[in-house]
Structure formats: structure tokens, C-alpha cells
T-cell receptor
Framework: EPEVTQTPSHQVTQMGQEVILRCVPI?????FYWYRQILGQKVEFLVS????????KSEIFDDQFSVERPDGSNFTLKIRSTKLEDSAMYFC????????????FGPGTRLTVT | AQSVTQLDSQVPVFEEAPVELRCNYS??????LFWYVQYPNQGLQLLLK??????LVESINGFEAEFNKSQTSFHLRKPSVHISDTAEYFC?????????????FGKGTKLSVIP
């Protein structure tokens, strides 16, 4: 069964460093998402991406965040200058297309900023 | 804007006993409703969804949820739980219609099934 994959499973970085979290969505899906979950808090929407551009983003998704689909398979989330409060589990998800409501989630990347 | 409240952060239950995981939502517009399950070290998996039609929806592994518009609830139930049901369960909503269908989640309920 096709699945969303994410790498790495755990990333440790120092405050101020740039990190790139990688996701490979399911191959025929058209909509892509990033969510995050700070320990003990809710899973929060960050951004959605369709047709090579951001379709919606939350207040959390400020200028230090960016997303990219550099080729036909990868979908990345870049955090330019990490802060301690960026420590969280980051989930990637994908969806087939318009009219299909199910989002398929990856296992997540745990980001620890020290 | 939507919000989701899961009233119980942890629910321990004995094997073969019934369980109900509660979910209430707040929204100024109609919403689609979802339950996702997360097993240890895995991603979120869709358990069941309510989009329209019958207010009672069922999953293939014996869970069911009932949409109650007047109480703005979407509680998840199972009449007899198994050890393998031990997981974290997330209730989520998304706005219908055109758009990205972004999900708004509750904080999750950890279900622990005791042998």
C-alpha cells in the first residue's frame, strides 16, 4: 500500500541553524500539507501546497518557513533560523485531489532545537 | 474558525469492555468530521469520517462515531476493545467546499487497553 514517507525521523539542531525536513508524498496525490505538534499540544496546520504554490498557510507559517517541491517526488519544509520553540513533531500529509477528503500522513520528523 | 475539544487526555479500559472517546467541536459553518488514530511510532491514519448523510459512521475494525449537530459532538465508540486498539485517537474537522481542506485537530486521547 502506498504511504507517505518522511526523513529524517529525528533531527537535532542548534538554535539559529537552518533545517530541511523531507517528505515523499504518495505519487498520484496533488495536495500536500505540513502540520506540527509541539509536545503535549494539538496537531496544528502549517501550510498547504497545490500546483506548485502555497494554497493556504496559518499564522505559524511566518517568513522563517518555506516549502518547496524541488522535483516530482519530494516535498520539503525549510526552517531558516530555528528557535527553541520550533521543537516539535512535524507531519507531512498528502491528498489525492479535489473531492477527495482523506489526508494520508507520514510518520513524522521529531525536531529538537537546542 | 473551528476548534475541537477532546475532553479526555487518557482513557484506560479493560480488554473486551466498551469505550467512548468524546469529541466536541465549535464552528460557525458546517464541517466535515474525522477520527484519526496514531499507533506508536507511526503516522496518523484515518479511522472514519462524516461528510454528509447518515449520522452514524463505522470503521472496518468495529469503531463507530455519531454526528450530533445539536450537541456539536462526534463521539467515538467501540462495544468491545482489544489490546491492539491501544493508540492515540485524534478528532479533527475541516471546512467543506472549495479550499485546501486543512484539518483542525483536538489534543488527542490516549486509549490504553488493559489485559
Amino acid at each position: 500500500e502506498p504511504e507517505v514517507t518522511q526523513t529524517p525521523s529525528h533531527q537535532v539542531t542548534q538554535m539559529g541553524q537552518e533545517v530541511i525536513l523531507r517528505c515523499v508524498p504518495i505519487s498520484n496525490h496533488l495536495y500536500f500539507y505540513w502540520y506540527r505538534q509541539i509536545l503535549g499540544q494539538k496537531v496544528e496546520f502549517l501550510v498547504s501546497f497545490y500546483n506548485n504554490e502555497i494554497s493556504e498557510k496559518s499564522e505559524i507559517f511566518d517568513d522563517q518557513f518555506s516549502v518547496e517541491r524541488p522535483d516530482g517526488s519530494n516535498f520539503t519544509l525549510k526552517i531558516r533560523s530555528t528557535k527553541l520553540e520550533d521543537s516539535a513533531m512535524y507531519f507531512c500529509a498528502s491528498r489525492v485531489g479535489q473531492g477527495w477528503h482523506e489526508q494520508y500522513f507520514g510518520p513524522g520528523t521529531r525536531l529538537t532545537v537546542t | 474558525a473551528q476548534s475541537v475539544t477532546q475532553l479526555d487526555s487518557q482513557v484506560p479500559v479493560f480488554e473486551e469492555a466498551p469505550v467512548e472517546l468524546r469529541c466536541n467541536y465549535s464552528s460557525s459553518v458546517s464541517v466535515y468530521l474525522f477520527w484519526y488514530v496514531q499507533y506508536p511510532n507511526q503516522g496518523l491514519q484515518l479511522l472514519l469520517k462524516y461528510l454528509s448523510g447518515s449520522t452514524l459512521v463505522e470503521s472496518i475494525n468495529g469503531f463507530e462515531a455519531e454526528f450530533n449537530k445539536s450537541q456539536t459532538s462526534f463521539h467515538l465508540r467501540k462495544p468491545s476493545v482489544h489490546i491492539s486498539d491501544t493508540a492515540e485517537y485524534f478528532c479533527a474537522v475541516s471546512p467543506p467546499g472549495a479550499g485546501s481542506y486543512q484539518l483542525t485537530f483536538g489534543k488527542g486521547t490516549k486509549l490504553s487497553v488493559i489485559p
